[in-house]
């Protein structure tokens, strides 16, 4: 049995062989689902989804930055001022659109524990993290790297090396055609619009985000596939409060994966 943890997904905005695949790969069921058993449980969610009735998106409200978390917020303007950040916003995240169908509860969880301290602004607002030698290995014709989250890229350093560098780590949204979608830190969110849920006359919680100038690949109209731009931009878009509505979202268990790069070593034509 692999390592899971708790999760819930929406499965109502994929389309079937999405809906299948994710049940049969990033969900773990003892036995494992057939074809037949994961379209099963795909199908009454979708018929929800189908039954939904548009939806007015409106004008994502903005909230006032906490006062105790104003110097966080300058400190981060300053350090990201560019054309990519365009703002830090604090907000409500339940009313974003979203483009990621999942949420890992054990991460959420982690996350919850900084709501409320002088830790949170930080938390969501990251720049500076842990950095520890990545373990590599070599396996036959392969050098594979193990990294912590899947926020990594490959960057080229000023002398022409490459090197594996984390990304921001700040929660992130983006406009497209104007609806907010949340780009990156659905965990984190999660974590804040759960607490808000469960304690509505506390004052303290709040979602600051970085506004950016850019949506995520799969979203733009340059895509190979235009099937989650469209669905993230038509008239019943997900909405990061159905991750909320047990007739939308599917509590499962999520197998837990880890990030590597793998870096294979061939000969090939010289043409």
């Not at 994710?22 to 969610?45: G, H, I, K, M, V």
């Not at 903005?62 to 350090?79: E, H, K, N, S, T």
């Not at 997900?238 to 991750?243: A, K, T």
């Amino acid at each position: 049995m692999p390592h899971t943890l708790d999760g819930v997904v929406l499965l109502g905005w994929m389309e079937k062989d999405e809906a299948i695949t994710c049940l049969q790969t990033q969900c773990w069921f003892d036995p494992q689902l057939s074809n037949d058993q994961a379209e099963a449980l795909w199908r009454p969610y979708r018929t929800t989804v189908e039954q939904l009735q548009e939806r007015q998106i409106e004008a994502l409200r903005r909230l006032p930055i906490p006062r105790g978390a104003q110097a966080i917020v300058d400190d981060f303007r300053f350090r990201t001022r560019g054309p990519e950040v365009l703002d830090v916003i604090n907000i409500d995240p339940r009313s974003l659109a979203i483009y990621q169908f999942y949420v890992a509860l054990d991460r959420a969880d982690q996350h919850a524990r900084s709501i409320g301290n002088n830790e949170w602004a930080r938390t969501c607002l990251q720049l500076d993290r842990p950095v520890s030698q990545l373990p590599i290995r070599l396996e036959n014709n392969t050098m594979k790297i193990t990294v912590p989250h899947g926020e990594h890229q490959f960057g080229l350093r000023p002398d022409g090396a490459f090197q594996i560098q984390q990304t921001g780590g700040f929660i992130s949204v983006c406009e497209i055609n104007g609806r907010m979608i949340l780009k990156a830190g659905y965990h984190r969110s999660f974590a804040l619009a759960r607490a808000a849920m469960n304690a509505p006359e506390a004052s303290d919680t709040s979602l600051l985000v970085a506004l950016t100038a850019t949506a995520p690949p799969q979203l733009s109209p340059q895509f190979p596939t235009q099937g989650l731009r469209t669905t993230v931009l038509g008239s019943r878009p997900p909405l990061f409060s159905d991750f909320f509505d047990s007739s939308l979202a599917m509590k499962v268990r999520l197998r837990r994966k880890k990030f590597e790069y793998h870096i294979r070593f061939e000969q090939v034509d010289d043409l």
